[in-house]
């Protein structure tokens, strides 16, 4: 066995592991009934749900009036962010899929999960 395979294969199975959780863990709450739940979430105020889903945070604005936001689990399985105008409010909707993603004002992909994912095509690429 090659003396970098070794040190890959655990790269990999640490990333597949990762993504692998049963159950995540998700804040859930809206602002228009809460305003704790609001850009600026507090996290002690809340504790999170399991989730067999991802996490998704939306923020809308009515035109006239002010953001709302909304903190829950849905069934979608990607992370990725989204715009719509839905019943006069401007929405933006984000998913993720790790456990308390969902606090942020913005929702990003792990960066140290992309980076291990990059140096680890390089390696398998160029040195084995």
């Not at 228009?32 to 989730?51: S, V, W």
């Not at 960066?111 to 084995?128: D, G, N, W």
Request: a neutral charge.
């Amino acid at each position: 066995m090659n003396l970098l395979s070794f040190p890959c294969f655990i790269i990999f199975i640490s990333i597949f592991l990762d993504n692998c959780n049963a159950y995540l863990k998700c804040y859930s709450c809206e602002s228009t009934n809460d305003n704790r739940c609001g850009d600026y979430f507090q996290l002690q105020t809340y504790d999170a749900l399991e989730c067999q889903g991802t996490c998704i945070k939306r923020r809308g604005r009515r035109s006239g009036s002010g953001i709302e936001i909304t903190r829950a689990c849905v069934i979608q399985t990607s992370e990725r962010c989204t715009d719509t105008t839905y019943d006069g409010i401007s929405v933006t909707a984000c998913t993720c899929n790790s456990d308390y993603c969902n606090q942020a004002t913005d929702v990003h992909l792990k960066f140290p999960v992309l980076f291990i994912a990059v140096i680890s095509t390089f390696v398998f690429k160029y040195l084995l």
